[in-house]
């Protein structure tokens, strides 16, 4: 066999192979590191490696609709293209500004569809386009991901596709994932000390992937089909009896969704990667009344303020002590979590609770609120209910329950996205599937769930560090999680006691206030109640301080489920560090070369000498550091250390 042809394009190779009827194809990343090789021929087959290390070996993907597209996958054309250009988010989640800079090709066939890939310096993505004027329907789509051996893999393993997607992620070599083991995404995998994530962005009017194994030390995507019979069984769930033999149902051309490849060399690269907004569809429309925050959320102790002189409950006395709370430390928001009306018609308020009342007394507390609602009811009232919280002075919803990501669900999100931007009403998905560039194309969803958070340890001990020191390099990585951190009752494990009306949480003090700069989310909850706050105000100089959006991120070390530190500079300049260990007690050292020129003080709260029996010990501390400082801390077991940085 020889090659007859030869020709470089910016990125791109066009290998035609002599008398054969195969095409190949070869793009690299603008830095060169990362290559993408493509096969066409009886289907399309991809490899990708990183300076020359193999990662994913010949993997097949290919379309299937129930409409005429050609024979075949014949090539009528193919096209290069190089792009650099400098985003800014409406919102900053990582950063003000975000780098987007790729090699892209785009094969068209015979007929109606079209490949895209694209190729970064930090991943890889590749999404369908048909160009179909007509209705149809997608019967398949296949995206395999076949590793080298020795694989391993975080593991995100599901029931079904009827989940809230709150899930911890198992270890397991490749090897071992079967057909039968499903999971939804993010999953992230450890190939030859490499790090593979993948997820996927601009998921709109078709179905969410899920991955199982495919028996060849590899896994393949499935998706949920679509939903031929449906059942409404409670306030709040509607369960799929039947399903079509189709994913979606499109009518004219569209771009399905791009398949994401983040590719890290260090654990701590994954961090700062933002291909899921760099995906997603660019927003159009005026999102300049965004105003991100942090939020009094209620349900996680069930209203149970005490040391007042009024009943505490889902009454306006006690969201009126919520709101003077918010509004003594600079608290954004206050949220009515579920309690505030009757589930099954939003119109119809509590007896005790009176929202356009509240609305007026927070605002002359420079305070604003968001109210809960599950998603079924709003299906039905959301007209009618949006415009009377518009009315009402509310600025924003929390919408719960969703527990699906086929495409008749994944209309519902884009449609609650697009009704709440028109009423400038900011949105909190629960019961969610994760985020998949919602903060580029509606940047008023600005969080959502997805993730296996803090209310679990209402009522169980699962919500461990192990488990918080994975979430960010797995679920964080593909958007904003409302994780619901804050609680104050801090224990070490042998001392945990499931207590849903006062919670407690595992892990150190400073662990849980690590996690207000290692989460991302420009709504960020404090969890906890502000009977217990009021009780911490050395904590809540922290608290009330700490942003929810972020100028730049700079990892400083970080080890996937063992430990995680992030540098993070403020809308105002100062300088946030966040540090988190798993179980293990451990020492790190910090450098602080991101700092600009001149002298800096430094206020810490760092585990105290007792934190690893009696887990709310911490201890404050001021430091003179410079960018040529370094230094050691020291975590407690599941501990943690925070710190603010103030040029002086």
């Given at each position: ?20 009827a ?15 090789e493509?096969?066409v ?14 990662l ?22 193919a096209?290069?293209t ?10 900053w ?8 800079n790729?090699?892209?090709?785009r094969l068209d066939f015979?007929?109606?569809l ?11 993505a ?5 160009n ?20 391993k893999?975080?593991?995100s ?29 993010p999953v ?6 490499t790090?593979?994530?993948?997820t996927e ?6 179905a969410?992937?899920?991955?199982r194994?495919n ?5 393949r ?19 799929v ?17 791009w ?20 995906l997603?569809k ?6 300049s ?14 209203n149970?303020?005490y ?5 505490s ?14 509004s ?6 206050v ?30 507390k ?10 079924l ?33 994944v ?42 958070g ?5 009522f169980a ?8 020191t994975?979430?960010?390099?797995t679920r ?5 999680m ?21 919670p407690m949480?595992?892990?150190?003090r400073?662990?849980?206030m ?20 009021y009780r ?13 959006v ?5 990892p400083l ?11 993070r ?14 179980w ?7 450098d ?9 003080t ?9 934190a690893?029996?009696?887990a ?18 020291n975590?407690?077991?599941?501990g943690?250390?925070?710190a ?5």
């Amino acid at each position: 066999m020889r090659f007859t042809k030869a020709v470089l394009t910016g990125g791109l190779i066009f290998l035609s192979i002599a008398g054969v009827a195969q095409k190949k194809y070869l793009i690299s990343s603008p830095d060169k590191s990362i290559k993408v090789e493509l096969s066409v021929a009886d289907s399309i087959y991809y490899q990708l490696s990183q300076n020359g290390k193999p990662l994913v070996s010949s993997s097949a993907v290919s379309f299937q609709t129930d409409a005429k597209q050609g024979s075949d996958w014949k090539v009528s054309k193919a096209s290069t293209t190089t792009h650099l250009a400098t985003l800014h988010p409406v919102v900053w989640q990582k950063s003000k500004d975000v780098v987007d800079n790729y090699s892209q090709l785009r094969l068209d066939f015979a007929g109606s569809l079209s490949l895209v890939w694209r190729v970064y310096n930090n991943g890889i993505a590749w999404r369908w386009i048909n160009n179909n004027s007509k209705t149809y329907h997608v019967l398949d789509e296949q995206a395999v991901v076949n590793f080298v051996d020795g694989a391993k893999s975080w593991y995100s393993e599901e029931d079904g596709f009827y989940s809230h997607n709150e899930r911890k992620y198992k270890d397991y070599q490749v090897k071992q994932i079967t057909d039968q083991k499903l999971a939804s995404l993010p999953v992230l995998f450890d190939v030859s000390k490499t790090k593979v994530l993948l997820t996927e962005s601009s998921l709109f009017n078709y179905a969410g992937m899920w991955v199982r194994g495919n028996g060849k030390g590899g896994i393949r995507a499935t998706f949920p089909h679509y939903p031929k019979e449906k059942k409404v069984d409670s306030d709040r769930d509607e369960k799929v009896l039947s399903r079509e033999p189709y994913i979606a149902s499109v009518n004219g051309a569209q771009e399905f969704p791009w398949r994401i490849l983040m590719v890290a060399q260090t654990d701590q690269d994954i961090l700062t990667n933002q291909l899921p907004y760099l995906l997603g569809k660019p927003a159009t429309g005026d999102y300049s009344w965004i105003k991100p925050g942090k939020v009094q959320w209620d349900w996680w102790h069930y209203n149970n303020i005490y040391g007042v002189d009024f009943k505490s409950g889902i009454n306006n006395d006690t969201y009126k002590y919520y709101i003077d709370f918010a509004s003594k430390y600079g608290i954004e928001y206050v949220l009515l979590d579920e309690g505030w009306c009757d589930t099954r018609d939003l119109m119809k308020q509590v007896k005790d609770i009176n929202v356009e009342e509240l609305a007026r007394y927070a605002k002359s507390k420079n305070v604003d609120l968001l109210l809960w609602t599950s998603w079924l009811v709003l299906d039905k009232q959301m007209d009618m209910a949006l415009n009377a919280f518009a009315k009402w002075g509310v600025k924003g919803i929390k919408v719960d329950f969703m527990q699906r990501d086929d495409q008749d669900m994944v209309n519902y999100y884009e449609k609650v996205a697009k009704a709440a931007a028109q009423r400038k009403l900011l949105v909190d998905f629960h019961g969610a599937y994760k985020p998949t560039g919602w903060s580029r194309t509606y940047p008023n969803v600005m969080t959502s769930e997805g993730v296996m958070g803090n209310e679990i340890s209402k009522f169980a001990a699962a919500i461990d560090p192990p488990h918080t020191t994975t979430l960010p390099f797995t679920r964080m990585a593909a958007g904003p999680m409302d994780f619901t951190p804050g609680g104050m009752l801090n224990v070490q494990k042998d001392a945990f006691a499931a207590v849903p009306a006062e919670p407690m949480t595992l892990g150190t003090r400073c662990n849980q206030m690590a996690m207000y700069v290692v989460y991302e989310s420009p709504l960020q909850m404090l969890c906890d109640m502000p009977t217990h706050y009021y009780r911490e105000p050395e904590c809540m100089q922290f608290l009330s301080a700490v942003p929810t959006v972020w100028q730049q991120t700079v990892p400083l070390n970080g080890a996937v489920g063992e430990y995680v530190t992030l540098a993070r500079q403020a809308p105002n300049n100062d300088w946030y560090i966040g540090a988190m260990t798993n179980w293990n007690n451990r020492e790190l050292t910090l450098d602080f070369s991101f700092l600009g020129d001149g002298n800096y003080t430094m206020k810490v709260w760092k585990d105290g000498i007792n934190a690893d029996k009696n887990a709310k010990d911490f201890k404050m501390e001021a430091i003179a550091v410079t960018k040529a400082s370094k230094m050691k801390i020291n975590l407690a077991t599941g501990g943690g250390w925070v710190a603010i940085i103030h040029k002086n």
